[in-house]
């Protein structure tokens, strides 16, 4: 297997090395084929990403991606989001569940849940149809029936390995896009025999912090669901500890939820975890389970062992939690 690595800015630097050292850890068969992208790539060259860059991704299996700082510039084009869009990595499916540590956070969910987010990956507002002007700016809100019915299939298919419970997340009593989003989400839900129910995404936004555990998969547009996700990450405990697949037909990438992370970049105090566990989403991907059910293994070892990072309440350093990780796989396959 091929993989594109691209690290990425901030602490991508970080995170991505530990997740390469799991999946060598456990034996998988891949060639490692680095790609530099990102906002560190456009201070020193002016460009972010070269058409290249995309024409390599598109030569490998799949990409592990670490993180992209975004800037609050109208001049920069997200690099992500244009990976997402040129690849038709169109579902981002985002895990959420409860651990079993205790984690010094406030907002952390009391009662175990388990849910996963489905978020259409190519469209909605995040579509690129945008313009600024002096006195007014546009952003083009284009839902189109390929793009719900596709991400409402992939939602029932992970809700039907699950507890069968799909709630669709609008705002249909407001925008006419969501109306039509809304309607196609029900229709794919009852063509594919999956129990839905619905919900407006102000009231989704309380009820996920209000009982958590009242979810299976969620489906949403791209930017609900974008919002929702860091939502979710308080409720595990950390962003630091989320993953997520964005997968097409074709092509996948595999990446934290969380971002670069400026703040504390270069400490060498990242959780890993995230990386780790997005490792772990490409390993089920390429239907390694065997593998990814190790690393799954190492990831509850090391958090048991209380070998957290300060996002956790702990002192471990980034390599701190991957040198054990990687140990315990070790000694796994003696
Ligand atoms: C994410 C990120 C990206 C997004 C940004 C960096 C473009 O927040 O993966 O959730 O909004 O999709
Ligand atoms: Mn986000």
Known sequence: MKVAVIEGDGVGHEVIPPALKVLKAVELDFEIVPVEVGYGKWERTGRAMDDNDLDVMRDCDCILFGAITTPNDPNYQSVLLRIRRELDLYANVRPFRSLNIPIDTPYVAKEPFDFIIVRENTEGLYGGKEDIGEDRATSMRTITRKGSERIARTACKIAKERKNRLTIVHKANVLKSCSFFRELCIDVAQEDGVQYNEALVDAMAYNLILTPQKYDVLVATNLFGDILSDLSAALVGSLGLCPSANIGEKYALFEPVHGSAPDIAGKGIANPLAAI?????????????????????????????GIKTTDLGGHASTKDVSYALVGYIANLRK
Do not use: D
Request: hydrophobic share 50%.
């Open 277 to 305: 566990l997005s490792a772990k989403m490409m390993l089920e991907w390429a239907e390694e389970h065997e593998k990814a059910g190790l690393v799954q293994q190492a990831v509850n070892y090391v958090l048991e062992k």
